[in-house]
């Protein structure tokens, strides 16, 4: 082979000196030691931050904040509280298994120990520093000791694991029965009337009984034509609450620009008549007008017409209440004493009580109004009877969790996945009411559940069968529930609902009410009459 000239030919390789190649492995030797430094120097100033520094002190370690934090310091592993609590839940369940066994001695002993270490650790807390050493080995040996002799005593893990097993299922036992007394307790106190309200009802009913004039001013009422003027608009509440329907009066008033044209129609009971009507007559409400009424008055409601009454007065159906159920698995809410009023069944005889009204708003006495409610009467229901607002954002308020759709009268009949809505706020068309002969469906369905075989108790239920196709769904902002259980209504929602609703068992006129949207009730109600101040003065 020919060989290349010597101006063609590929220069001679150069190699490195052996010191270069030492020199350059110092070189990243040196660069990757000082990242590691500053990497290093950069997580103890980030540690430090988060933790301060311990620093040793006379055998102590003090911790340069302020103040110890016991919940930290009993939850790291290496900590003395942590061994101590660790071996106080030991010695406990030791406890419970020598008391079993009549060894009531080494059961105070281990009671003993577990008192001198809450000391210690409540000693540690009130100085703002762990405990040291030479103040909890002592306790950790003496303790360990006693639970070692509690395992020579045949205390295996065998029937420590059964033992406690046992007591685990005691106390979730005794823990269902607490919840449920809570529930039942909580929805008693709901329905109770406070010692204060109970007390204006009581100077009002006297005022009632001596003030003739009430009676002129009663009577003049009850012959208005306002009563009946399809011209203005009206509104029924049906209560024994007297506080409560004057907050959903005042707020109402309150926020519409033409009170005068409102008319009230409240229906109460014969205790609470007198009261109600002493109230409303003697108060200023803009020139509104309202009417009072007792159910006891509507002789056509009756047994022999209302399935609903039939029931109400049936001996085993009041016991029910009285005596209370004999099944556990019933929610207490379907337990509540309102269920035996009638006034909460008026509400689907609205047609029969003012017969000569064509529309009007259905108000609950825990409502309160924040915007003017006129524009209902002007909404086009497109023939229906009913409009509300639809609750199905949620999977429980669809029809299948309000009824047994086992039942082949329902299920054939009804989507088990349809829309719930809400009684508190309805706008109601009476004469398509009564073209579709609504009351008669209700009575028919009331008929069919007369065994409680399509669903449990209350108004809602029975409600949804009667409007089913016949229910127009409002704008949600119309109607905002849910005040009376859920502490996270998101403000914007209040602020910019027409009616917020205290549905549930914490109303705002209870002290153990939502304090956040107590606020929202109490401005309407007339905290300066003279008889709430010298009642709750008193």
Same mark, same amino acid.
């Not at 609903?308 to 085993?316: P, Q």
């Given at each position: 082979?020919?060989?290349?000239?010597?101006?063609?030919?590929?220069?001679?390789?150069?190699?490195?000196?052996?010191?270069?190649?030492?020199?350059?492995?110092?070189? $990243?030797?040196?660069?990757?030691?000082?990242?590691?430094?500053?990497?290093?120097?950069?997580?103890?100033?980030?540690?430090?931050?988060?933790?301060?520094?311990?620093?040793?002190?006379?055998?102590?370690?003090?911790?340069?904040?302020?103040?110890?934090?016991?919940?930290?310091?009993?939850?790291?592993?290496?900590?003395?509280?942590?061994?101590?609590?660790?071996?106080?839940?030991?010695?406990?369940?030791?406890?419970?298994?020598?008391?079993?066994?009549?060894?009531?001695?080494?059961?105070?002993?281990?009671?003993?120990?577990?008192? @001198?270490? *809450?000391?210690?650790?409540?000693?540690?807390?009130?100085?703002?520093?762990?405990?040291?050493?030479?103040?909890?080995?002592?306790?950790?040996?003496?303790l360990?000791?006693?639970?070692?002799k509690?395992?020579?005593?045949?205390?295996?893990?065998?029937?420590?694991?059964?033992?406690? !097993? @046992?007591?685990?299922?005691a106390?979730?036992?005794?823990?269902?029965?607490?919840?449920?007394?809570?529930? =039942?307790?909580?929805?008693?106190?709901?329905?109770?009337?406070?010692?204060?309200?109970?007390?204006?009802?009581?100077?009002?009913?006297?005022?009632?009984?001596?003030?003739?004039?009430?009676?002129?001013?009663?009577?003049?009422?009850?012959?208005?034509?306002?009563? #009946?003027?399809?011209?203005?608009?009206?509104?029924?509440? &049906?209560?024994?609450? $007297?506080?409560?329907?004057?907050?959903? %009066?005042?707020?109402?008033?309150?926020?519409?620009?033409?009170?005068?044209?409102?008319?009230?129609?409240?229906?109460?009971?014969?205790?609470?008549?007198?009261?109600? *009507?002493?109230?409303?007559?003697?108060?200023?409400?803009?020139?509104?007008?309202?009417?009072?009424?007792? #159910?006891?008055?509507?002789?056509?409601?009756?047994?022999?017409y209302?399935?609903?009454?039939?029931?109400?007065?049936?001996? /085993? =159906?009041?016991g029910?209440?009285?005596?209370g159920?004999?099944?556990?698995?019933?929610?207490?809410?379907?337990?509540?004493?309102?269920?035996?009023?009638?006034?909460?069944?008026?509400?689907?005889?609205?047609?029969?009580?003012?017969?000569?009204?064509?529309?009007?708003? &259905?108000?609950?006495d825990? #409502?309160?109004?924040?915007?003017?409610?006129?524009? $209902?009467?002007?909404?086009?229901?497109?023939?229906? #009877?009913?409009?509300?607002?639809?609750?199905?954002?949620?999977?429980?308020?669809?029809?299948?969790?309000y009824?047994?759709?086992?039942?082949?009268?329902?299920?054939? !009949?009804?989507?088990?996945?349809?829309?719930?809505?809400?009684?508190?706020?309805?706008? =109601?068309?009476?004469?398509?009411?009564?073209?579709?002969?609504?009351?008669?469906?209700?009575?028919?369905?009331?008929?069919?559940?007369?065994?409680g075989?399509?669903? !449990?108790?209350?108004?809602?239920?029975?409600?949804?069968?009667?409007?089913?196709?016949?229910?127009?769904?409002? /704008?949600?902002?119309?109607?905002?529930?849910?005040?009376?259980?859920?502490?996270?209504?998101?403000?914007?929602?209040?602020?910019?609902?027409?009616?917020?609703?205290?549905?549930?068992?914490? !109303?705002?006129?209870?002290? =153990?009410?939502?304090g956040?949207y107590?606020?929202?009730?109490?401005?309407?109600?007339?905290?300066?009459?003279?008889?709430? %101040?010298?009642?709750?003065?008193?």
């Open positions: 082979m020919r060989r290349r000239a010597a101006d063609f030919r590929r220069p001679p390789r150069r190699r490195f000196s052996v010191w270069i190649w030492v020199l350059l492995g110092l070189l $990243l030797f040196c660069t990757a030691g000082f990242i590691l430094l500053v990497l290093k120097q950069n997580q103890e100033y980030q540690d430090l931050a988060q933790h301060p520094t311990l620093v040793r002190n006379g055998g102590t370690l003090q911790s340069a904040q302020n103040r110890l934090n016991l919940t930290k310091e009993t939850t790291t592993s290496n900590s003395y509280a942590r061994q101590l609590l660790d071996q106080m839940t030991l010695a406990k369940a030791y406890i419970v298994i020598a008391k079993e066994h009549n060894n009531h001695h080494l059961a105070w002993e281990l009671a003993s120990k577990i008192r @001198s270490c *809450q000391f210690l650790l409540s000693k540690a807390a009130m100085r703002d520093s762990p405990m040291t050493q030479n103040e909890a080995e002592p306790l950790i040996k003496s360990s000791t006693l639970i070692f509690a395992q020579d005593a045949h205390y295996d893990i065998a029937t420590t694991i059964m033992t406690m !097993k @046992s007591h685990i299922q106390l979730e036992e005794r823990a269902n029965v607490a919840t449920v007394q809570s529930a =039942f307790f909580g929805q008693l106190a709901a329905e109770s009337v406070p010692k204060n309200l109970h007390c204006v009802n009581v100077k009002l009913l006297a005022s009632w009984l001596t003030m003739k004039k009430l009676h002129e001013v009663t009577n003049e009422i009850k012959n208005s034509p306002r009563l #009946v003027d399809n011209n203005l608009y009206h509104f029924c509440v &049906f209560s024994d609450n $007297l506080l409560a329907v004057s907050a959903v %009066v005042n707020s109402t008033i309150s926020n519409t620009d033409h009170p005068k044209q409102l008319v009230f129609h409240i229906v109460t009971n014969e205790p609470n008549y007198g009261a109600m *009507q002493a109230w409303f007559v003697s108060n200023d409400f803009k020139g509104s007008t309202i009417e009072v009424q007792k #159910v006891e008055d509507f002789t056509w409601l009756n047994a022999s209302s399935p609903i009454v039939k029931k109400l007065t049936e001996t /085993d =159906f009041q029910y209440y009285v005596e159920s004999k099944d556990l698995n019933n929610e207490p809410k379907f337990e509540n004493p309102k269920y035996l009023s009638l006034l909460n069944h008026l509400r689907f005889y609205i047609p029969e009580i003012y017969p000569h009204l064509e529309k009007v708003v &259905f108000l609950d825990d #409502v309160i109004v924040q915007k003017d409610l006129t524009p $209902l009467f002007s909404l086009d229901l497109h023939g229906n #009877v009913n409009g509300a607002v639809e609750t199905c954002l949620e999977a429980f308020h669809r029809f299948y969790k009824f047994n759709f086992t039942n082949p009268v329902l299920s054939s !009949k009804f989507d088990p996945q349809a829309c719930g809505w809400a009684f508190g706020l309805n706008v =109601f068309d009476l004469v398509a009411w009564r073209n579709a002969n609504v009351t008669d469906v209700y009575h028919y369905w009331q008929e069919q559940n007369s065994d075989s399509l669903w !449990k108790l209350g108004t809602l239920p029975a409600g949804l069968l009667a409007f089913y196709g016949r229910t127009v769904p409002l /704008d949600r902002r119309w109607h905002v529930l849910g005040l009376g259980y859920d502490v996270n209504i998101d403000n914007r929602l209040i602020e910019s609902a027409a009616v917020v609703h205290f549905n549930g068992n914490l !109303k705002p006129w209870l002290k =153990f009410g939502i956040r107590k606020p929202l009730w109490e401005r309407y109600v007339n905290q300066t009459h003279p008889y709430l %101040v010298d009642c709750v003065t008193n």
